[in-house]
């Protein structure tokens, strides 16, 4: 009865909002059109309107990004709960939903909100973007329509759909993801129509089909690593929030079950953050492909500095999860063995990301110039290439693994008779792998930049494949495995949460800098070379600014998120003691300490 | 006391990102800014002052930097020390100023061997040099280690003419009320602009730059705001500053002042 209460309540706000981003969506040419008959920009208030734009831009993709994200793993932990059998899983399943559910409707005010400040401020711009993409206007909406429903049944059906009916809420799940991805690729179209487009003559006018326009360059390759970035970032804000439930926790058993839901956080964006680089490089050889000076701009241009940041962060994320994992393995019976391995592996972490974050060529006064014999240094600038960077990235991610590794075989003995021949080719499959990404890394100095760039394929297929076989071994290895105890959930080191919550700064800052990235490469164009920026704002910012703006931005999301998690957590407080559909369990060591 | 979980989550999440945006602040700022128009056609310019205007271009708007170097060899592109002695023997029956020329607007029609076809059109978006910025950039690349010899006329017309990069939106702006014919009678009569320009067949004072072409290398909003503001504008290369008058806004009236600019727009 309460279930289809809030069903009816869901579904009527749904479809207020619906109606309004339907009535928008119609009205939105004529508005476009009629304003662009007025003015090309106007200003807004104080800010600014690039400014009003980046900030609430900035916010809503934050907000797009976990409400995708979480989705992805929620459902795949109800599947494993549901065939497993595992009340654990679906529990955590749907405490990821909450999450999500409590985070729909901010996303969406911020997308309307983004919308009119286009139609209000950038009039010019959003009549030719209609002009090129508007059949997708309905689509999108159309496909909002459909993911806010199927969302909401998914998550209010849960008792309802539960038993001989499970699969048919799995489905719900899945094709709320289905649906969630197809939003996304939508809107990357647009998007990324405005740094490469196609599909158009040279008056910007639609060639043929708006599928040309759609099927840009950078279009997959965004779609690929949006998707990936979005799991890694739901994965880092879920382990963030159990991190504050953690610290917050008044019982064992609360700090047992937050540990266990921080951990599948992290295990869930780090699983994702490993192929995330991969995705990089397929999407700066598009930019490569579809423009050259693009490119240069991109990596060697104003913005060189740029990756340098974005090193010192991926670095900051290296290291943060390996030392999660580290400070996990502390709680874990019979992971003393591995100790030995931590020191190398931090040594390894911490000269990637020295290589990593090391610049070409620095600005320098012309004294010191003439003492380093010019802008590069003779020894550390041969490390400020990309040669270098790919090296130590895939070398850093092949580090990552290995930790992970030693983490899942922490509490367990293989019984199988192979186990010896099994690590050998393990140990091999890495070692190879290693030697093949620094062969390549090395053999890039003396190519050029065109052959340079392909050799980083190789070094990401001899990272995966490796990642593959030692999988593929391992958990035939580890079946059925001896136990050398229980993982004493809650037990971990309060400091470990603080690096969850590091993390979740750390990424949803990156996100910030690289959507700076991404903006700022197409310089004073909104359009590449189709439609010129002529604004008083057509200058791209340097970085000290956009790291402010960044900040700021990060600072507001999170103290938004903070409050609707706490407005989510209002309706748990009544429910304490009595009995509830979905009871929080108790996970193994959460009580060790009274026993 | 003990400070609530919340307010140290808090204080550790400011602490970590304002760590981030101090070190992006304390390294180098850059700015990218959108290059400025630059306007040569029609005015009496030294080799010397064309390839000073070039060596300008080379360094921001051309970009030609991210790839080139002068004195120093790349694996993006050639070296462009000696280029100008280099360009009249590339191509047998070529002059070293039709090659540049050439190499800037066609590079895909000739590439230096050993580096990869990946020079874009200079006069085309997003570069988008307009026929002055090139004829400059050629006389620059000429004076590397040969001798200045381009003119404006070695540069056809339609170079540059794509170099708006205004699609769509741009079109649409040209489209002003204004009546080019009765505007040409303000060019003539009370405007007074003859007396300084030269527009096509009409006006021959060398007084101000040549607008025989103007509407094809800037944009209708510089011309619209030049006319209003000419000293806000700033003064076209070698010619001399403070001539134009400031009172257009005042003595034209808003019928006058948009057949002018509408006028201006024909001159391509």
Redesign the interface.
Known sequence: MRTGRLVGRGACAATLLLAAGALLVSALPVEAQQA?REA?YRTFPVLGSRLAVWAVAQLHLNFAAFILGVPIFAVIIEIIGWRTGDARYDWLSHEFVKLTFAAFSTTALLGALLLFLFVGYYP??W??MT?IFFPTYWVYALLFFAETFTVYLWYYGWDWLSGSRKWIHVGLGVLSNLFGTAILVVANSWVTFMMSPAGID????LKGGVWAAINNYTWMPINIHRLIANIVFGGTIAGAYA??RF??AKTDEERARYDWMGYVGNFVALSAFIVLPFAGYWLGREIYAF????G??MM???MS?LW??QA??IGILFLGSNYYLWLGMERIPGAERYRKYVPPMLIVLTIGFMVWATPRSM?VTLDEARAMGGTHHPLLGFFGVMSAKNTVVNLMILTTFLSYILYRRANRVSTRPWVKTGMAVQWAAFAVAALIVVFYGVYGYFV???VRIGFSVYQVLAVLGAIAVVMAIDVPMFKGARSTGAIRWGTIAPRSQ?VL??LA??FT?LMGLMGFARS?IR???H????????SVD???????????V??IV??VF?ALV?FIFWIGGLGEKGKEGAAHAHPAPVLAGGSDRDA | MRLPVGAKVGVFAVAVMSGYAWFANSIPQIESKPPQELSLEGGNVTPAQLVKAGEEIYHTKGTCEICHRIGQKGTRAPDLAGVGARAAKTKPGMTARAYLLESLIQPQAFVVEGYPPIMPAVDKPPIALNRSEVWALIAFLESQGGTVEVTLNDVPATVGAAAGGGGTAAAAEVKLPGDAKSGEQVFQGKGGCIACHKAGKIGASPVGPDLSQISKIQTPDYIMKKILDPKGMGTVANFPPGVMPQTFGQTLTAKEYTDLVAFLLTLK
């Open positions: 662009a090309t010019k711009f009549t030719y002009s040279e008056s910007g006018a991190a504050f610290l917050a423009n050259q000076t693009m240069i701009t060697g241009g104003f500095w340098i940041i010192i962060l600005v050029e930049s065109i603080y919550i590091l700064v750390t800052w700022g310089q004073h164009w359009v590449y070379g189709v439609l010129r920026d002529t057509a200058v791209t910012p340097a970085l000290g600014y956009a790291a402010n960044i900040t990060t600072l999170f903070m």
